[in-house]
């Protein structure tokens, strides 16, 4: 019974990697990871290695982040100065 467990979770994701035909690899491993993918099956299902997924994941958040103001980083005077 678990065997036909493994089969439906394959076929899913072919599917929806088909879906995602058009998309870069890196936006592929984003959605993967949201539905619960470990970054092992997503480079199994990706053709690529984990730490080439982890290593695309944090880069791409790293550059999503907000960057701080110019007010904010203006630094301020030290006592003394």
């Known amino acids: 019974m678990a065997e036909n467990g493994t089969r439906t979770e394959r076929l899913l994701a072919l ?13 592929k491993a984003e959605q993967l990871e949201r539905a619960g993918f470990t970054h092992p099956e997503i480079a199994k299902l990706l053709g690529t290695t984990a730490h080439t997924i982890a290593q695309g994941l944090y880069s791409r958040r790293k550059s999503e982040k907000p960057k701080p103001s110019a007010r904010a980083r203006v630094k301020t005077k030290r006592k003394g100065s």
């Open 15 to 27: 599917l929806v990697l088909r879906a995602m035909n058009d998309m870069p690899a890196v936006e």
